[in-house]
């Protein structure tokens, strides 16, 4: 429970998009004040208290005057794609505000440069911890993975990291900052859709589905949107969150096949999932990078110092993002991600070999 029991003004930048919305409803139904930097194009449903700034994250500077209006007591920056972008953040909100939340992302550890391959060496021990090495190397993302990135989301930017946003939002000498390094976030309006494959696959009658062995057993941190949401807004409003780190994510973390699992239990799919060897396995369903480095991260110091727990449980936030994703496929879909010709002559192979599948 936050320590602050006062009604707090907060102002947040990029609010709507996927995690806005859950994080200014629950702010305000907690009896705070809130107002959302955001574009005219926005049509994102609020609560009628919510105030609204109108401008451009790229011309931020131009919204000072409306900012320092509103009084805000902490701002919370959803989109911060840069070091650059931070440091113009900082510059704003200093005399405007007491405190500046950056949200980050569980990319800043090495594990995830070991993974893609620009981190060379051992793999990263596990779980992580915001003690964790970091990143030598910026940009981690391959320049294909980056545009895809930035054509969802329009607010990354070329220099897109959050390292150098974590050390511009950390290190300023008179504005105090928080930092929430994020997982791999779920539910409805998910712009990456993350459980659509699976998904898909199921609702077509596929009876047996493949993985590579490596990514079956790949385990990644992972969070419902409205529990992220409720992170966030813990961090927010609770003064000891001041100058540290958290990170935000689901425990235990599961495996990509023990996920595939759980949404087949929840839409009743009693097919068989087929394992195979990364050489026996179609080239559209193999991951690339070292799958041996997995990114199990801990969320213990959120728990323990501002006790933070999952408001919703698994099985309706499975419910709600299956729904949502049967409702919203995706606008443009690589036919080449289904192809199941290729996946069934893989499995014909499969089963013809000299050893049991059984």
């Known amino acids: 429970m936050s320590i602050l029991l006062h009604e707090m003004r907060i102002l947040v930048i990029g609010g709507t998009g996927f995690i806005g919305p859950p994080l200014i409803r629950q702010l305000a139904a907690a009896g705070h004040s809130v107002a959302v930097f955001h574009r005219v194009s926005s049509t ?16 931020l500077g131009d919204a000072r005057q409306a900012f320092r209006r509103f009084v805000p007591d902490i701002v919370i920056d959803l989109i911060l794609s840069s070091g650059t972008q931070a440091a113009k953040l900082m510059e704003i909100c200093r005399g405007i505000t007491g405190r500046v939340i950056a949200i980050s992302s569980i990319d800043v550890y090495r594990a995830v440069g070991v993974l893609h391959g620009s981190e060379s060496g051992a793999l990263e021990p596990l779980p992580l911890t915001e003690q964790s090495a970091l990143r030598t190397k910026l940009q981690t993302y391959p320049p294909e993975m980056l545009g895809m990135l930035k054509s969802v989301f329009g607010w ?11 050390q511009k939002v950390l290190t300023d000498p008179q504005l105090p900052g928080t930092v929430l390094r994020l997982p791999m976030i779920y539910g409805p309006g998910d712009r990456l859709h993350r ?3 699976m998904l898909k696959r199921m609702d077509d009658g596929r009876q047996k589905i493949l993985f590579s062995s490596e990514l079956a057993s790949w385990r990644s941190p992972r969070g419902y949107m409205e529990n992220v949401a409720a992170a966030i807004a813990l961090a927010a409003t609770d003064d000891r969150s001041a100058g540290n ?11 990509e096949l023990d996920w595939a699992r759980k949404i087949a239990a929840q839409i009743g799919w009693r097919g068989e999932f ?19 480095q997995h990114w199990v991260a801990s969320s213990q110091r959120i728990r323990h110092e501002l006790g933070y727990r999952e408001a919703v449980d698994l099985a309706p936030a499975l419910q709600k993002t299956i729904a949502w994703e049967r409702a919203n496929p995706p606008a443009q879909m690589n036919p080449q991600q289904f192809d199941y010709a ?6 014909a192979e499969w089963y013809a070999g000299p050893t049991s599948r059984i």
Do not use: C
């Not at 994102?44 to 011309?59: K, M, S």
């Not at 780190?245 to 495996?255: G, L």
């Not at 290729?342 to 499995?347: C, F, P």
């Open 156 to 166: 990354i930017d070329d220099d897109y990291d959050k390292i150098p946003v974590e």
């Open 245 to 255: 780190v958290y990170n935000v994510a689901e425990a235990p973390s599961f495996s």
């Open 342 to 347: 290729a996946e069934d002559a893989a499995l």
């Open 195 to 197: 459980f659509f494959p």
């Open 274 to 292: 087929v394992v195979l060897p990364s050489e026996r396995t179609p080239k559209h369903l193999i991951l690339p990078g070292n799958l041996a």
């Open 44 to 59: 994102a449903a609020f609560p009628g208290t919510v105030e609204h700034i109108l401008g451009n994250r790229h011309q």
